[in-house]
């Protein structure tokens, strides 16, 4: 099973911006996404990326992020601008189970570890 390795968290001020990065252990020829969960809360989804470049973004961030893919790196990317504080939460990339774009966490079959981003007001 392919694993995934999260990267690029930190405590980060309003307005700071960072870049998240999931380095995986081999190719993925399939969409890839990010999820967040906040304490107490459900993990959400963030954005997705198919496996041609397509991309979709939750509400709650689109404008402010940006999911990107380097296929002969294997890794994807999430960069993060005009961070607030309810993006506060640990962050997870995942393997979606086809090429298109899903959005639902049971589309996906692997995940990371999580990596932590705190945004200070």
């Known amino acids: 099973q392919v694993q995934l390795v999260e990267s690029g968290g930190g405590l980060v001020q309003a307005g700071d911006s960072l870049r998240l990065s999931c380095a995986t252990s081999g190719r993925i020829f399939s969409s890839m996404g990010w999820f967040r969960q906040a304490p107490g809360t459900e993990r959400e989804f963030v954005a997705s990326i198919s496996w041609t470049g397509g991309r979709y973004y939750a509400d709650s961030v689109k404008g402010r992020f940006t999911i990107s893919r380097d296929n002969a790196k294997n890794t994807v990317y999430l960069q993060m601008n005009s961070l607030k504080p309810e993006d506060t939460a640990v962050y997870y990339c995942?393997?979606?189970?086809?090429?298109?774009?899903?959005?639902?966490?049971?589309?996906?079959?692997?995940w990371g570890q999580g990596t932590q981003v705190t945004v200070s007001s």
């Open positions: 995942a393997v979606g189970k086809g090429l298109d774009i899903v959005t639902m966490a049971g589309a996906f079959v692997s």
